[in-house]
Every structure is written in C-alpha cells, then in structure tokens.
Nanobody, 115 residues
Framework: QVQLAESGGGLVQAGGSLRLSCAAS????????MGWYCQAPGKQREWVAR???????TYADSVKGRFTISRDNAKKSVYLQMDSLKPEDTAVYYC?????????WGQGTQVTVSS
C-alpha cells in the first residue's frame, strides 16, 4: 500500500508564508507527476500546481508568482512554498502523486490566512 503524508499547514496572517511538505511511503516502484490541490469551504477541489519527475512545473493562474512547487525524488517528497498569502488561499491542501501508475492522495492539511 502507498501512503502520502502532508505537513506544514497552519494559521498565518495575510502576506505571510507557509511551506507544505508531502512524503510518499510504502511499496513504491516509481513516482511520476506530483502536485497539489486545494478545497475551500463550500467549493470544489481545485488544482494548484504540478511538477513532473524531471522538474517541469506548472501553476494555476491564481498562485503563479506566489507559490513554488518542488520535489526531492530521493526523499519521495513534494513541497509547496506559499508566499504572499491571501485570505482567499484559505483551504485544505491535498498532495497527489502518480505512484506505480495510480494516483494517490494525502489526507489534507489546513491552511488558514487571516486578514
């Protein structure tokens, strides 16, 4: 079985920063794309950022220039550096990874940005 474990969420003031981490564990033969989604209260889950195995990154327009996704293949981990946070970034953030050709999701970590 494969598991993804997120950490790093919390409460921060507008303009502040947070760094989310997500580590994969279990019976892993390969990890391809990794990424982050978020879900605000009453809204659908939205895509935030994606990084390929080779490090190519893409971002949602709403976070471009403020968030940075990175990964450490040796640690089977993906990270999301969140800068210049806004109250509208408040959501539960989920990491996702294509492991052994299947998509696995983390349990989510709460990010709350106060104004």
């Amino acid at each position: 079985q494969v598991q993804l474990a997120e950490s790093g969420g919390g409460l921060v003031q507008a303009g502040g920063s947070l760094r989310l981490s997500c580590a994969a564990s279990g019976r892993i033969f390969s990890i391809n794309d990794m990424g982050w989604y978020c879900q605000a209260p009453g809204k659908q889950r939205e895509w935030v950022a994606r990084i390929t195995r080779d490090g190519v990154t893409t971002y949602a327009d709403s976070v471009k220039g403020r968030f940075t996704i990175s990964r450490d293949n040796a640690k089977k981990s993906v990270y999301l550096q969140m800068d210049s946070l806004k109250p509208e970034d408040t959501a539960v953030y989920y990491c996702v990874a294509r492991v052994n050709l299947y998509d696995y999701w983390g349990q989510g970590t709460q990010v709350t940005v106060s104004s």
